[in-house]
């Protein structure tokens, strides 16, 4: 099958950070592809910003470096190219002082009806600065819209304050604040398995629903970004964020239209319904581990205090989180949340187990009946399993088994799919917020997330060490298996 595409309107697009790593390793390739698909009309135009006084020359060099680092070879064959590279602009600029400002308004005002879209990429504590500059120099017009990066703050405090200053320049319907989590193809299939499909929503409640088990687990380490990561740790980092839209898509009532506010205002209800965990709470509810050295597919490595090139942290690389929402839909329904470094795969799942059937027919011979079991994966093989008991085939009377229904999204379609940053750049251009965060849902998202964050810190809770390579540390077991259940690799 081969894939749709609709051109988006003419736009400009300045990147803030554009010679930063978001931009070469993500922005930059997802715009090149949506290019080669032919998404991009003619006069669209990508103009990166950096206080470095780099050049056009200068930063064609550093987009071309990019392109060649991160994507396939045979896609850089052709024109495609040279026509994506004709697109390309710089404007150096003094983020936090007035230099470059008027250029890169006389570079926008070339064509002041099309889309003009700023995204920051950049620290968040640029982003009001930013914001204030891009007022002061009149370059909103009523096709704008800022896009915003990952962290909104280090807290609930944090994140007001930025969307206080982003919200003075831009109204909310042109805030983009972005989860590249919801651009995933998985994810959006989530809202059709749910809401497209008769068979799952009858179901879908405390009543047949046993626990529902979110990991996004990693093998990498922290790589080159330890210094913010030491800031930030996994809480902040894939909790506030990714996970709880996972979550939230999971576990929200049916809007009445897939629809931006519509979409929102359900994941908002689930965000306020999350029961809340305090210093009473939080050592029974959560573990925070760090990873140490260990072997990962076979190969060594270090740990975070090596990799950080630091004496000590208190910073956790793994987080497991037993969360419950109080609504009536899923009162005793656990959430079992984790992610972690350096984990043992590459894998991110959403598992909902359902309750065991009411009463057995069936006399001993036929063995145990496992509870059927909802795989949704969102990497690295996207698909879905559907486990089922059956018949064992063949002679021998009537054994039961669990079996697999399983679909691959790659090897039923055909098809890679794309980056989320594709999906999400173009909606940006299209104007359609659906799969971005409204200010009240990172609001409610922060309200559940510090109250952990000072009960880690009043009751100074322990990190426990894990080897890399493991499926985090010992404690996140005990989480689970303390209600009598096991994470989905534990089970047969
Ligand atoms: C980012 C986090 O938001 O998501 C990173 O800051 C993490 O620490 C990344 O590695 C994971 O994204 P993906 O798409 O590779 O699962």
């Known amino acids: 099958m081969s894939p749709r595409t609709i051109q988006v309107s003419p736009f400009d697009l300045v990147v803030f950070g554009g010679t930063g790593d978001l931009a070469a390793r993500k922005l930059l390739p997802a715009l090149f592809q949506r290019d080669r698909a ?122 007001r304050v930025v969307n206080e200053a982003v919200g003075r320049v831009f109204g909310e319907h042109q805030i983009f604040r972005i989860d590249h989590y919801l651009g995933k193809e998985t994810v959006q299939n989530l809202m059709a398995l749910r809401f497209a499909n008769r068979l799952f929503e009858p179901l879908w409640n405390s009543t047949h629903i046993d626990h529902i088990q979110i990991t996004v687990a990693e093998d990498l380490g922290v790589g080159e970004r330890g210094g913010y990561y030491d800031t930030s740790g996994a809480l902040r980092d894939m909790v506030q964020n990714h996970i709880l839209q996972l979550l939230c898509l999971t576990a929200m009532e049916p809007p009445d239209a897939f629809e931006a506010d519509a979409v929102r205002d359900e994941k908002l209800k689930i965000l306020k319904a999350l029961r809340r965990i305090d210093d009473h709470t939080a ?153 971005f965060m409204r200010h009240d849902e990172v609001a409610a998202a922060w309200n559940w997330i510090d109250p952990i964050l000072s009960a880690w810190k009043h009751t100074a809770q322990r990190i426990h060490p894990y080897p890399a390579g493991a499926w985090g540390p010992s404690a996140s077991i005990a989480l689970i298996e303390r209600d009598g259940r096991t994470w989905l690799e534990d089970t047969e």
């Not at 052709?78 to 004709?86: I, K, M, T, V």
């Open 38 to 159: 032919g998404q991009l009309p003619e006069q669209a135009r990508i103009i990166g910003v950096s206080r470095k006084a780099l050049g056009d020359g200068g930063y064609l060099r550093f987009v071309r470096q990019a392109l060649e680092a991160h994507v396939k070879p045979a896609e850089l064959e052709g024109a495609a190219l040279e026509r994506f590279l004709a697109r390309v602009h710089f404007c150096a600029v003094d983020v936090t002082g007035d230099g470059g400002w008027s250029e890169l308004a006389t570079l926008l005002s070339e064509d002041v009806a099309q889309v003009r879209t700023f995204y920051f990429a950049v620290s968040p504590d640029l982003f009001a600065p930013i914001s204030q500059r891009i007022g002061r120099f009149g370059l909103v017009t009523p096709e704008s819209r800022v896009v915003l990066e990952k962290p909104l703050g280090k807290d609930g405090e944090g994140a």
């Open 283 to 435: 050592e029974a509810a959560t573990v925070r581990g760090q990873y140490r050295k260990g072997s990962v597919g076979g190969q060594p490595t270090q740990g975070y205090l090596e990799d950080l090139a630091a004496e000590e942290s208190e910073t956790e690389t793994f987080v497991a989180i037993r969360a419950e929402i109080a609504n009536w839909r899923w009162a005793g329904v656990p959430f079992y949340l984790r992610t972690g470094k350096r984990l043992a795969a590459r894998t991110s799942e959403i598992v909902v187990n359902f309750r065991p059937i009411s009463h057995s027919i069936f006399d001993h011979t036929a063995g145990r009946i496992s509870q059927n079991r909802l795989i949704i994966r969102l990497q690295p093989d996207e698909g879905m399993t559907l486990e089922v008991m059956i018949k064992d085939p063949g002679p021998g009377g009537m054994r039961l088994r669990r079996i697999p229904l399983d679909m691959s999204f790659v090897e039923t379609f055909g098809v890679s799919n794309p980056d989320a940053y594709e999906r999400l750049l173009m909606d940006v251009i299209r104007g359609n917020q659906t799969l």
